[in-house]
């Protein structure tokens, strides 16, 4: 089932609260990916991380944040400063061969609801 | 900038009938376009993917085209069945392959 796993599949948060996303490898891969989907879009790529203990900034990732201390692990932490958080999450993951070409896959997604 | 734009972004098209989604990028470094299916409520998956050292690539009923020139790169669906319908991506990676990037989806849908 592409060994990716997010937890939880649904997760509620009141406003002005932390909340932790988790996704957890056993491929062995080495570059893991954040992608926020909304409602009838497309994947907008919040943060991504190549190898252990380095992460970059993605096209939106103001309000959350990513920890890479080990290589099956990259949570993404969804702060109070993101203004708009509910949607739905996707974390992905890859093999790196130094040329890109390999194949993502994708863990099965967090629906995040601020209410 | 860093950007991949997909048309369109939502197509009917008769059962039997074929399907084209189109996707241009910015970045003439990027060497690997791959194309997801996403099922309502599931995740993405890989249904084809094309490197750039070959112009055409072919799988039963779902090929994808890359012209590098003109930096764009299609996915072609013949003999469309009620399974088709879906939400199909296209993707390039950037900033020295590193980062993956998603057109904004077509919403493919097959009428009986």
């Known amino acids: ?13 009141k406003e002005g609260q932390n909340v932790t996303l ?19 879009q497309g994947l907008r790529l919040i943060y991504y991380s190549q190898i252990v ?11 959350y944040s990513v920890s890479r201390e080990k290589k099956e692990s990259f949570p993404l932490t969804v702060t109070s400063a993101q203004k708009n958080p509910t949607a739905f999450y996707l974390c992905a993951s890859r093999p790196w061969t130094g040329g890109g070409n390999t194949e993502a896959f994708f863990g099965q997604g967090t629906r995040l609801t601020v209410v | 900038g860093e950007n991949v734009e997909q048309h369109p972004s ?28 996403q099922e309502l409520g599931k995740r993405p998956q890989l249904i084809i993917d094309i490197r750039s050292n070959v112009g055409e690539k072919k799988d ?3 090929a994808v085209t890359l ?3 003109a930096k764009h790169f299609s996915l072609h669906i013949t003999e469309t069945q009620p399974e088709d319908s879906a939400v199909y ?3 390039a990676p950037y900033s020295s392959a590193s980062k993956i990037i998603f057109g904004s989806g077509t919403r493919l849908s097959i009428r009986p």
């Open chain 1, 1 to 13: 089932d592409g060994g990716i796993t997010q937890s939880p599949k649904y997760l509620f948060r």
């Open chain 1, 22 to 40: 988790s996704c957890e490898q056993n491929l062995n891969h080495d570059a893991m990916y954040w992608y926020r989907q909304d409602p009838g």
């Open chain 1, 53 to 63: 203990n380095d992460f970059q900034k993605g096209d939106i990732a103001e309000g």
């Open chain 2, 10 to 37: 939502t197509l009917s098209v008769q059962e039997g009938d074929s399907a084209v989604i189109k996707c241009t990028y910015s970045d003439s470094a990027s060497n690997y376009f791959p194309w997801y299916k």
């Open chain 2, 60 to 62: 039963q009923r779902i």
């Open chain 2, 67 to 69: 012209n590098k020139t």
């Open chain 2, 89 to 91: 991506f296209c993707a």
